[in-house]
């Protein structure tokens, strides 16, 4: 069904192929991220113990725990929250420390049996946010958001999407001209497209700069620095058909007290997309179907992905992005994308294909998508009218910015043998909440700006 605001939030009035395609510009917009993780992994126990883990922690498998997760996610949400769930990369750090540890029984440990007791910590970590659900679910929502204004939830948002604006220009820089021909197919089907094309702006952007990148590999032409554009070797190689493998986690007071901790910066990550989410759609995600179960939801899948072997879940910024681009909200074409994502992990040679996208025509679809997610940010901020003259919210909104962009490599500290990494992301999260409730002068009270608070997806009632 078509809303005022010219958004659909039932897709089905589009028709079966159209959603199909949806689901397609979903599953495109989360992969090039969501494999990343499992190949940044690999490369940490590489280095570390001189192999990847040929068991857990492969693209297959963590293809597998993000269309699971996410569909686990929707049951727990009640089907109604447009999220998809990928691979986190708070958790990185907590990959990287613990293939490096050789003492204890670490010492002379296989590279498989190293990532098992590394997913053991993530199961853990998972458990976490279900404790947190329970305390929401006991307390309210609207207890926990009075500490969550919108000086501090705004700003967290702008900073979610500008932290990963390195990543953009990191990809896009490989080969500027496809980056530039993905991003300009995405902003002249966003405004000028008509139709089915309008809302396919992603997939399309995708699919035309592929193109670009296929008749220039054919005429010889390679990237600035020399390497090729296309490379299918990998695919020539691989299976049609293969079961992803899988490896059951491990578990070792160490390993869990370098990941566990890590889910307090997550879970204040979950809060800053559920609220992008709730913004960009317009709905009250945050009471209905409460913060509780989207806690849950992430909480389950990070633990279910961890007990098989694959990297932690998060609520993904990229698809946020999708959204406000296509303004189709209908929780169904998320699901979809899970669906794609969970086929696309039993056939190697597809999956395999579809990572030869160039990561330029990746930085030039994260241009607009990062930029959309820092955008909503702002609205945040504008549509509850934050007072930015008085120095406490201008503060407030300063020292979030500093730390969730500052900090890119985190604070480490150690408690006992364990490295525990706050991401930046965390610290800005932590820093506002801190001054929101120390400084005098508060001037946002909770209930008053009705139509601020539902598009930060709380209703008063």
């Known amino acids: 069904m078509r809303g005022s605001?010219?958004?659909?939030?039932?897709?089905?009035?589009?028709?079966?192929?159209?959603?199909?395609?949806?689901?397609?510009?979903?599953?495109?917009?989360?992969?090039?991220?969501?494999?990343?993780?499992?190949?940044?992994?690999?490369?940490?126990?590489?280095?570390?113990?001189?192999?990847?883990?040929?068991?857990?922690?492969?693209?297959?498998?963590?293809?597998?725990?993000?269309?699971?997760?996410?569909l686990l996610f929707h049951v727990c949400a009640k089907f109604k929250v447009p999220a998809f769930l990928g691979s986190s990369f708070a958790f990185l750090g907590g990959f990287a420390t613990v293939a490096n540890l050789k003492s204890g029984i670490y010492e002379n440990m296989s590279v498989n049996d190293k990532a098992a007791y590394a997913c053991g910590g993530i199961v853990i970590a998972g458990l976490l946010y279900l404790l947190l659900a329970v305390i929401i679910r006991f307390v309210g929502v609207k207890k926990v958001m009075h500490f969550l204004p919108p000086v501090v939830t705004g700003p967290v948002i702008i900073c979610i999407g500008l932290s990963l604006a390195g990543s953009a220009i990191g990809n896009a820089k490989t080969n500027w001209f496809l980056?530039?021909?993905?991003?300009?197919?995405?902003?002249?089907?966003?405004?000028?497209?008509?139709?089915?094309?309008?809302?396919?702006?992603?997939?399309?952007?995708?699919?035309?700069?592929?193109?670009?990148?296929?008749?220039?590999?054919?005429?010889?032409?390679?990237?600035?620095?020399?390497?090729?554009?296309?490379?299918?070797?990998?695919?020539?190689s691989a299976a049609w058909i293969g079961i992803p493998h899988f490896q059951f986690a491990k578990f070792d007071l160490t390993a869990i007290l370098v990941m566990a901790p890590i889910a307090v910066a997550t879970m204040m990550e979950h809060v800053g997309d559920i609220s992008a989410i709730s913004a960009t759609t317009g709905n009250s995600f945050l009471v209905d179907p409460g913060l509780h179960r989207t806690l849950l939801g992430d909480g389950l899948a990070t633990s279910f992905a961890g007990l098989i072997g694959g990297p932690a879940n998060t609520t993904y910024?990229?698809?946020?992005?999708?959204?406000?681009?296509?303004?189709?909200?209908?929780?169904?074409?998320?699901r979809l994308a899970a669906c794609y994502a969970i086929i696309v992990s039993f056939i190697p040679k597809l999956s395999d294909l579809i990572g030869t996208m160039p990561s330029s025509i990746i930085g030039g679809v994260s241009f607009m998508l990062y930029g959309m997610i820092s955008a909503i940010g702002v609205r945040n901020i504008v549509e509850n009218k934050v007072d930015l003259t008085k120095s406490r919210n201008l503060i407030i909104a300063a020292v979030i910015f500093v730390c969730?962009?500052?900090?890119?490599?985190?604070?480490?500290?150690?408690?006992?043998?364990?490295?525990?990494?706050?991401?930046?992301?965390?610290?800005?999260?932590?820093?506002?909440?801190?001054?929101?409730?120390?400084?005098?002068?508060?001037?946002?009270?909770?209930?008053?700006?009705?139509?601020?608070?539902?598009?930060?997806?709380?209703?008063?009632?």
């Open 317 to 334: 910024g990229e698809n946020t992005g999708v959204l406000e681009l296509s303004r189709v909200y209908d929780p169904r074409v998320i």
């Open 5 to 70: 605001d010219g958004a659909i939030r039932d897709a089905r009035e589009l028709g079966v192929p159209r959603m199909l395609i949806l689901g397609l510009q979903h599953m495109f917009a989360m992969f090039g991220a969501t494999i990343l993780v499992p190949i940044l992994v690999a490369s940490y126990f590489r280095d570390a113990c001189g192999e990847a883990p040929s068991s857990g922690l492969t693209v297959a498998v963590t293809l597998f725990c993000a269309g699971v997760g996410t």
């Open 404 to 461: 969730g962009l500052g900090f890119t490599d985190g604070i480490t500290f150690h408690v006992g043998s364990a490295s525990i990494t706050l991401t930046a992301l965390a610290i800005a999260a932590i820093a506002g909440i801190i001054l929101n409730a120390v400084l005098p002068g508060n001037d946002y009270e909770f209930g008053v700006n009705q139509v601020g608070d539902e598009n930060r997806g709380i209703h008063n009632v």
């Open 179 to 236: 980056a530039l021909i993905a991003l300009v197919v995405i902003i002249v089907f966003n405004i000028w497209g008509k139709g089915m094309f309008k809302i396919i702006p992603i997939l399309m952007g995708v699919v035309i700069a592929y193109g670009a990148a296929l008749i220039m590999n054919a005429a010889g032409i390679k990237n600035p620095d020399g390497s090729v554009i296309l490379d299918f070797s990998q695919v020539a």
